[in-house]
């Protein structure tokens, strides 16, 4: 049975930083492509960043967030990070890690329906 259970989040001053985890079980993880996503309170689910499944591979960041995150991931340890840097009050969210599995070391995902599992997520909330 596929987990991934993302922790870290927390409330936090505008300007503050937070590095949120997922670590991965019932899989392969050198084998899958990793993703962060967020949901805002009456908004839909969006893309932050993605990681190839090779952690010397490739990453992606929506614009949103370009220069202030950074996604990285640990295979001997199942474990996929964001580090949120410089955080804002639209920052505000409940944060997704998702998995799915990949044949390309260097290749990323950004769309939701391309990943096959998602945690349950983590409350991050940036004060003004």
């Known amino acids: 049975q596929v987990q991934l259970v993302e922790s870290g989040g927390g409330l936090v001053q505008t300007g503050g930083s937070l590095r949120l985890s997922c670590a991965a079980s019932g899989l392969t993880f050198s084998r899958y492509a990793m993703g962060w996503f967020r949901q805002a309170p009456g908004k839909e689910r969006e893309f932050v960043a993605a990681i190839s499944r090779w952690s010397g591979g490739n990453m992606y960041y929506a614009d949103s967030v370009k220069g202030r995150f950074t996604v990285s991931r640990d295979n001997a340890k199942n474990t996929v990070y964001l580090q949120m840097n410089s955080l804002k009050p639209e920052d505000t969210a409940v944060y997704y890690c998702?998995?799915?599995?990949?044949?390309?070391?260097?290749?990323?995902?950004?769309?939701?329906?391309?990943?096959?599992?998602w945690g349950q997520g983590t409350q991050v909330t940036v004060s003004s």
């Open positions: 998702a998995a799915r599995n990949s044949n390309s070391d260097t290749f990323y995902y950004t769309a939701r329906y391309e990943y096959t599992y």
